[in-house]
């Protein structure tokens, strides 16, 4: 595992040297930052008494979060917007690792020194999953929020399970679809915790901020089109999805259709998350249950879907498991790993921008949704255009009917008995292998 994870951080970095450069003025790793001058302006707003939903606070650009989020972040307003930049991307980097290493922690492996060598290697090979590189490239808050949760969930202690599910979803309400997971789980205390820690995010606000808080829950909440167009190629929800089949041609759909496929897309990831949860697939329950509250909610740009990194854990881990030298039918299994790796790498798409001096190309690496183009061309791409547009949701859809075939109907995972050495929750840590 750890050879494998240093064969993808060497390819990683290849890519961002000659493909797309770390230092890039336009689409380098480090050099946007855009959502993290939004949340500084809305800290700012915060912080000077400015209206903080009503007028945009950086540019042309609009604060979308909570009030606790806004009041949080305030310590970001008092510091210059570089250093506030710079701060905001080592906070990033500490907790894409930190995800990587509770992950990793949570699937039974033994803390030693190949541990922590497959944590970084793992932690730079994500980089390249769109999620991930857009998530540093705006400098935005899902690796912090992933963290949160999952360390939340995975904790040995019941105790205070709960806190981060509510915590999180104070800040991005997306998170809050966890609790539906803690309750088809029988995790009744988690689920009361993660509602009361939210109920008290949503305290503070209104104490703190009074009417802009009102005015967020009341009204600012409900206006999707404050985060972007909903047809956008990057809003891999299932809303997104359908707004785009006008533009792709493909006629009109009307604009409530998503919510009874969320429904439907919701529970099968619930039923999902719960058939990972009763074989002792905990990590992989998670990872379905983040995806699907992406798939569900209205709008959900590509880097929301930062879940995929513990996916792909699972699925690499279960491969080393499962795979036998002497059955090759069980290599079949890296297809797995392939797939999450082929639906969120940061697949480069030129386009063409208007310069000073003229037209340029330039390479953007986006994601494979990136690749539709409106209206569709010859019908052999139909089927390509459709899969690239919803990439994330089919991710997701693949993921469900995977784990439910896996699970069989809700028992222990029934191949290779292997499998137990890591994930048995009462069986000794398992040492890293350097296969």
């Not at 995977?402 to 040492?431: K, Q």
């Amino acid at each position: 595992m750890v050879a494998l994870a240093a064969v993808g951080a060497a390819l990683i970095i290849a890519w961002n040297i000659w493909v797309a450069p770390f230092d890039h003025p336009v689409f380098g790793l480090f050099n946007m930052g855009i959502d993290t001058r939004v949340y500084r302006g809305g800290a700012a707003a915060v912080w000077d008494g400015r209206p903080l939903y009503d007028l945009p606070v950086y540019k042309v650009w609009q604060f979308t979060y909570t009030p606790f989020a806004a009041i949080i972040l305030v310590p970001l307003a008092w510091i210059p917007e570089h250093s506030a930049q710079f701060l905001w991307n080592v906070g990033n980097v500490v907790c894409l690792l930190g995800l990587v290493a509770v992950s990793l922690r949570s699937l039974r492996f033994r803390i030693d020194g190949r541990f922590v060598a497959f944590v970084v290697l793992f932690a730079v090979s994500v980089i390249g999953l769109e999620p991930v590189h857009t998530t540093f490239w705006n400098g935005q808050i899902n690796l912090v929020l992933a963290l949160i949760v999952i360390a939340d969930q995975v904790r040995r202690s019941e105790r205070m399970r709960g806190i981060g599910v509510g915590l999180a979803a104070g800040i991005k309400l997306t998170p809050i679809f966890f609790t539906a997971y803690l309750l088809i789980t029988r995790q009744w205390r988690a689920a009361v915790t993660a509602v009361v820690t939210f109920g008290v995010t949503i305290a503070i606000g209104l104490a703190i901020l009074g009417s802009e808080a009102w005015g967020f829950w009341t009204d600012s909440l409900s206006q999707t089109g404050r985060i972007g167009p909903m047809d956008h190629p990057a809003n891999q929800s299932l809303n997104g999805f359908f707004a785009r089949l006008v533009p792709m041609g493909l006629g009109h759909t009307p604009s409530w259709l998503w919510i009874p496929v969320g429904v439907v897309v919701g529970l099968l990831g619930l039923w999902a998350a719960y058939a990972a949860h009763r074989a002792g697939q905990e990590l992989l329950a998670l990872s379905i249950t983040g995806m699907t509250s992406c798939a569900v909610s209205p709008f959900s740009w590509g880097h929301h879907w930062v879940w995929v990194v513990p996916l792909l854990m699972v699925a690499v881990v279960h491969c080393f498991d499962a795979a036998d030298r002497r059955r090759p039918v069980t290599w079949l299994w890296w297809l797995a790993p392939a797939t999450v790796v082929a639906l969120t790498f940061t697949w480069w798409h030129r386009v063409t921008v208007v310069g000073p001096h003229g037209h340029e190309d330039i390479k953007l690496s986006f994601g494979v949704f990136r690749f539709l183009r409106a209206p569709i061309g010859p019908a052999w791409e139909l089927p390509f255009r459709l899969a690239g547009s919803g990439a994330y949701v089919l991710l997701l859809l693949i993921t469900i009917a995977v784990t439910l075939w896996m699970c069989d109907g809700m028992r222990a995972i029934r191949f290779n008995a292997t499998v137990p050495r890591v994930r048995d929750r009462h069986a000794a840590a398992a040492p890293l292998d350097t296969e």
